[in-house]
């Protein structure tokens, strides 16, 4: 595939996912003839120069299948427990793989504080970059040993493209058990076609996106197409392919294979915007009215009081909040030059009335287009 050829010409680094579903089985548990094809992929692509960060699930499902459980668990501590037991026999059954291809392997377990705090994120991107630059493979999963609700992130396809944007990744191939992203669910529609190449993420597509995940798994191609957005807005390409196949990385690096190919924005975020847009978490929002919304989005504009309607929860100034147009819908999210509590005061104010009313020195926007992202890029 041509596209791909030129996404891939001088660049260096690609994340690889795998999904519980296609690691293990609640019966046998981990399937080892699998994690030996993934390895010796993985090991083919480090041979012809990538530097590669492999992202699997897993852990729960080898632990279901250790504990001799017939079903998931449903609570978070039989979930937490089942996760310690099955993130050392993942970890056990890759170095074993890997060692076979003369390859060292590292684990890093990451929560949502790991994004969200940049304190956290800086010193986790620091650590990838060392190990990448070492020819080590690092071994991602979710710590889903301490996780709660509250620090989630809830499946392994949006942390792939979390951690893509975090070492400035060029493609992230997510591997399922599914060739690809199909006109209409293939289980259910014999005539769905599979579509090679998705240039933009339209509406249509994420209505198309039906949940698919398995037994084992908490993904779908809903979160895959979640994923796909915070990849090609920051301008990281991503497949989709079939996990089943053990030449697929190969096949994928080759140009021929059969996925879905979804084709990167043509510029690229820096660092900065990347965490604002798709990591740093948004502690409120405010809702704009539409000639605030056409100078964001048509002339790139900073956002300004007198176009703020409604502030929406409780945050500080410098925390990411989230933009929202009329109806609701979020189209970007920044850096917050005020507190919620000012923005009350100051929401639909001329920009001139603002140090009088606030009582401070401000250069008056509620978020400076420096420190803005529109999610549609």
């Known amino acids: 595939m041509r596209r791909l050829e030129n996404i891939l010409r001088d660049k260096t680094r690609i994340v690889v ?18 994690i030996n094809s993934i390895a010796g992929g993985v090991s083919h692509l480090q ?8 992202v699997s699930s897993g852990a729960i499902g080898a632990g279901v299948a250790a504990r001799r459980l017939k079903e998931r668990p449903k609570s978070m501590r039989e979930k937490q427990a089942t996760a310690a037991i099955g993130q050392p026999i993942l970890m056990e059954a890759y170095q074993s793989a890997f060692r076979g291809h003369s390859r060292i392997v590292g684990q890093i377990l990451l929560t949502k504080d790991d994004f969200v705090n940049r304190g956290r994120y800086l010193n986790a991107r620091n650590t990838l970059s060392v190990l990448l ?26 942390l792939s493209a979390l ?10 191939i997510i591997l399922s058990d599914i060739d690809g992203f199909y006109s209409d669910d293939p289980s259910r529609n014999r005539g769905a076609e599979l579509i090679p190449v998705v240039e933009t993420i339209t509406p249509r597509i994420e209505r198309q996106a039906k949940k698919s995940g398995g037994e084992l798994g908490t993904g779908g191609m809903v979160t895959k197409i979640q994923a796909a957005k915070r990849c090609t807005s920051a301008g990281i390409a991503m497949i989709i392919a079939n996990g089943g196949n053990p030449r697929v990385l190969q096949e994928v ?18 660092v900065r915007k990347k965490w604002i847009g798709f990591v740093s978490h948004p502690k ?3 809702r704009i009215d ?4 056409t100078a964001l989005t048509r002339h790139r504009k900073s956002l300004l009081p007198s176009g703020v309607l409604e502030v929406i929860g409780v945050f500080k100034a410098k925390d990411t909040i989230s933009v929202l147009d009329v109806t609701g819908n979020e189209i970007a999210r920044g850096v917050s030059g005020f507190s919620s509590g000012e923005l009350a005061r100051i929401g639909g104010r001329r920009t001139g009335d603002v140090e009088t009313i606030i009582g401070r020195r401000t250069h008056g926007e509620v978020i400076h287009k420096d420190n803005l992202v529109l999610l549609h890029e």
Do not use: W
């Open 17 to 34: 996912k795998v999904g519980t579903n296609l690691l293990t089985d609640k019966l046998t548990g981990l399937n080892p003839d699998r």
């Open 284 to 286: 409120g929002s405010v």
């Open 133 to 158: 630059d070492d020819n080590v493979v690092p071994i991602i999963n979710e710590n889903d040993t301490v996780a709660v609700e509250e620090i989630k992130l809830g499946d392994n396809d949006n």
């Open 47 to 54: 041979s012809l120069g990538y530097q590669v960060a492999l």
């Open 253 to 270: 690096v080759s140009g021929e294979f059969r996925g879905t190919l979804f084709l990167p924005a043509a510029h690229r975020l820096n």
């Open 290 to 293: 539409e000639g605030a919304k």
């Open 163 to 172: 951690v893509a944007n975090m070492i400035g990744a060029d493609l992230l």
